[in-house]
């Protein structure tokens, strides 16, 4: 969390930059020694549960979707992570990346609840980071209602990408509330319908834009910063 914030706190950061190193070096250094830890934490995690699971359950189906899993998981936190590097690199403040990006997760979250309990799971939480809209497999119109329902966003990449191996043709309905006049009267429908390969691929491409665009302006902001302090 405090990879390049914390080091402007505590001033470690000025040495480094006396070294013949050039920063984009040091910005991309921190960038991948934070993507390794995560790998590697959710590797740790991924080994236990699957070797737990095989010792109580026997053998299991899909094991080898683990590592795809694995890299969803990685990538949907390292969006979240790169807002808390963007935020301490502008801030230069551990605790403001903290609290901000933790601000930024909660904010999300209520607007997305209350346009999903307004509007139902309208097209805007389909980019959104997050948990997105949520799909289903079973219709819209009957109640109470069949099939499985899942998150379709950013944090739920990682089962999005399984799915997409195990489930590609599936259909995931998105349903909508239309209200009567004055606001009576509220009718479910069907609003949008795609496979599950279309919204993990659409999941993967929305998580990859928001990270590569959280961490240029994270690395435009470590530039300048470095910059004006050296001025």
Same mark, same amino acid.
């Given at each position: 969390?405090?990879?390049?914030?914390?080091?402007?706190?505590?001033?470690?950061?000025?040495?480094?930059?006396?070294?013949?190193?050039?920063?984009?070096?040091?910005?991309?250094?921190?960038?991948?020694?934070?993507?390794?830890?995560?790998?590697?934490?959710?590797?740790?995690?991924?080994?236990?549960?699957?070797?737990?699971?095989?010792?109580?359950?026997?053998?299991?189906?899909?094991?080898?979707?683990?590592?795809?899993?694995?890299?969803?998981?990685?990538?949907?936190?390292?969006?979240?992570?790169?807002?808390?590097?963007?935020?301490?690199?502008?801030?230069?403040?551990?605790?403001?990346?903290?609290?901000?990006?933790?601000?930024?997760?909660?904010?999300?979250?209520?607007?997305?609840?209350?346009?999903?309990?307004?509007?139902?799971?309208?097209?805007? %939480?389909?980019? +959104?980071?997050?948990?997105? !809209?949520?799909?289903?497999?079973? /219709?819209?119109?009957? *109640?109470? =209602? @069949?099939?499985?329902?899942?998150?379709?966003?950013?944090?739920?990449?990682?089962?999005?990408?399984?799915?997409?191996?195990?489930?590609?043709?599936?259909?995931?309905?998105?349903?909508?509330?239309?209200?009567?006049?004055?606001?009576?009267?509220?009718?479910?429908?069907?609003?949008?319908?795609?496979?599950?390969?279309?919204?993990?691929?659409?999941? %993967?491409?929305? +998580?990859?834009?928001?990270? !590569?665009?959280?961490?240029?302006? /994270?690395?435009?902001? *470590?530039? =300048? @910063?470095?910059?004006?302090?050296?001025?």
């Amino acid at each position: 969390m405090n990879t390049i914030s914390g080091e402007f706190e505590t001033g470690s950061i000025t040495p480094l930059l006396t070294k013949p190193v050039s920063k984009n070096t040091v910005f991309l250094g921190k960038i991948v020694a934070s993507f390794l830890t995560l790998i590697a934490i959710y590797a740790f995690l991924t080994v236990y549960v699957i070797v737990g699971s095989v010792v109580i359950e026997g053998s299991q189906n899909n094991l080898l979707l683990a590592p795809l899993g694995l890299f969803g998981l990685t990538l949907a936190t390292m969006v979240w992570a790169s807002m808390v590097i963007l935020l301490g690199t502008l801030s230069k403040s551990s605790l403001v990346a903290a609290l901000g990006s933790f601000g930024v997760f909660i904010g999300v979250t209520i607007v997305g609840t209350i346009l999903s309990s307004v509007y139902g799971q309208t097209s805007v %939480l389909f980019y +959104a980071p997050g948990g997105g !809209a949520n799909g289903s497999t079973g /219709s819209c119109e009957t *109640f109470p =209602r @069949s099939g499985t329902n899942f998150a379709t966003g950013t944090d739920n990449l990682g089962y999005l990408l399984i799915q997409l191996v195990l489930n590609p043709s599936a259909v995931l309905n998105f349903c909508g509330v239309r209200f009567g006049p004055g606001g009576r009267e509220g009718e479910i429908f069907t609003a949008s319908s795609d496979t599950v390969a279309t919204v993990a691929l659409r999941a %993967l491409a929305v +998580a990859i834009v928001y990270l !590569a665009a959280l961490l240029v302006v /994270s690395w435009y902001a *470590f530039r =300048r @910063s470095q910059i004006v302090e050296s001025a």
